[in-house]
């Protein structure tokens, strides 16, 4: 079975590091194909925890050829460092591959992203402050840096002054901040050529002649559908397509070549940052999953936003991005719950909708429609059949199936590689 799509359902942090890790015996090569080091991705091997931020989560499983596409921003500091961090853990990291294409994050991009966040005062977003939205303006303004420019000095270093032209203006006389001299984003970049050189190349080729001979690729999104920047609650949302068409345009491999499109979808709903939650729990509740899921983030430790399942979100990500199987992680986390309310629509200016409105305003006021199902007291994390989860929580996951569009193949039970209980083959 060649290639599958991975992506998340909701807001991100569904538990896609874990669900990628659970292939990876069975997977070839797996491919990042947006964002940059915003990810956050925990994945435990026993007693091991792993906290991927830049890499693909299958670096994890030995065998693997984890690959960095084009539509990725890479920070070269934050590559090595995770890296490094791996590779004393005993991680073998030699098989990495990064596409000449990809966009470089520098240190003028980590700053512009902390002082706009900052000018927008009540309006910011709440980004992880890594760089991402300035590295994307720039890839898409056509002042980017990409990685084959380090191969180049005089390409480089006639790029770097392009790009710190206008945008030292913008530092000194609108942020009052200080200028960034060409010399210093060069100096450092080069430092980075002789370890990049063997990594870098064209990753769409690499990609390419896999499928042909049968290879199994799978392309793990960063982010989520609710936070890509077309189909998502823009401007509460990252900078790159983190929905399945990403997986083609940031791989440079065709979508026919696409065979199964897997989406994690948690069974609550979680928010890191700014911008409209309309199952959002303020009371006692939302603690409960905040506790209970140790809802934190994993690249800034920002307490996660928690509220209940919300139905009409996990259609969408069905229908936008062709989902063929959803992995349904946390489902431990209710346990304990007497009835579990799922959204089923909104209210949105008295008027009942069943789908996520196109307008952002509509789903700013949007007021969930509640269904409730009983919930279970009985501990699920050891369960490894379906059978064996209590007939509320089965019943529970058949009631969200119903509902989400498409079937549920897997169900996550506890964050240890092992939780989980498989309904479907999730590549076949
Ligand atoms: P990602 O960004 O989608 O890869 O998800 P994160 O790693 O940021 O957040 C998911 C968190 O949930 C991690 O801490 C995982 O270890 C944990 N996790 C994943 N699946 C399950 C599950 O089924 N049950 C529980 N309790 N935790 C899970
Ligand atoms: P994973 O891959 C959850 C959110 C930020 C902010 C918005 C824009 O772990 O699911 P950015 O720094 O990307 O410009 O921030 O997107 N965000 C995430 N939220 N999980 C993530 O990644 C996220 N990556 C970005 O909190 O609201
Ligand atoms: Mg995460």
């Known amino acids: 079975m ?5 992506i998340g359902a909701q807001w991100g942090d569904e538990g896609k590091g874990k669900a990628t890790d659970l292939l990876g015996s069975r997977l070839d090569y797996v491919v990042k194909f947006n964002g940059g080091n915003n990810a956050g991705h925990t994945v435990v091997v026993g007693e091991e925890k792993y906290a991927l931020h830049l890499l693909p989560s299958g670096i994890l499983t030995p065998g693997v050829t984890p690959v960095i596409g084009n539509g990725v921003v890479v920070d070269v500091e934050v590559l090595f460092e995770e890296l490094e961090g791996l590779a004393s853990r005993g991680v073998d990291v030699s098989r990495l591959r990064i596409s000449a294409n990809a966009h470089l994050i520098t240190q003028y991009h980590r700053t512009l992203d902390k002082v706009t966040e900052r000018f927008l005062g009540k309006r910011q977003i709440g980004t992880t402050g890594r760089g991402i939205g300035p590295a994307y303006a720039d890839k898409i303004n056509r002042v980017g840096l990409r990685m084959q420019d380090l191969f180049d000095e005089n390409i480089l270093r006639q790029k770097v002054e392009g790009a710190l032209d206008q945008k030292n203006h913008l530092l000194v006389k609108v942020y009052n901040r200080r ?27 690499l990609l390419h002649e896999a499928l042909e001979r049968g290879e199994t690729v799978l392309f793990e999104g960063g982010q989520a559908t609710m936070l890509d920047v077309d189909h998502g609650t823009y401007p509460f949302v990252t900078s790159s397509n983190a929905t399945s068409g990403g997986a083609v345009t940031g791989s440079g491999i065709a979508p026919n070549r696409i065979d199964r ?31 209970r899921g140790f809802e934190f983030g994993t690249t800034t430790g920002r307490r996660r936003r928690t509220g209940w399942y919300d139905a009409p979100i996990a259609r969408y990500a069905s229908r936008i991005n062709g989902v063929t199987d959803f992995v349904l992680t946390k489902l431990d986390v209710l346990t304990g719950l007497e009835r579990i309310p799922v959204a089923v629509g909104y209210e949105v200016d008295g008027q009942r909708v069943d789908e996520v409105p196109v307008s952002q305003s509509d789903f700013h006021h949007a007021v969930p429609v509640y269904e409730e199902f009983p919930g279970w007291q009985e501990d699920i994390s050891g369960a490894r059949e379906f059978s064996e989860l209590p007939a509320n929580a089965q019943a529970y996951v058949r009631e969200l199936e119903a509902m989400s569009g498409s079937r549920i193949s897997a169900i996550g039970v506890g964050p240890g590689r092992e939780q989980i209980v498989q309904l479907h083959d999730l590549l076949d």
């Open 179 to 205: 200028a960034i001299g060409v010399d210093e984003v060069v100096e450092e970049l080069l430092g980075y050529v002789d370890r990049l050189r063997p990594m870098v190349t064209d990753t769409s080729l």
């Open 2 to 6: 060649p290639a599958a799509v991975l």
């Open 261 to 291: 499109v897997i989406a994690v979808v948690k069974a609550y709903t979680t928010r890191v940052g700014a911008g409209p939650f309309p199952t959002e729990l303020f009371d006692e509740w939302g603690e409960f999953l905040s506790e």
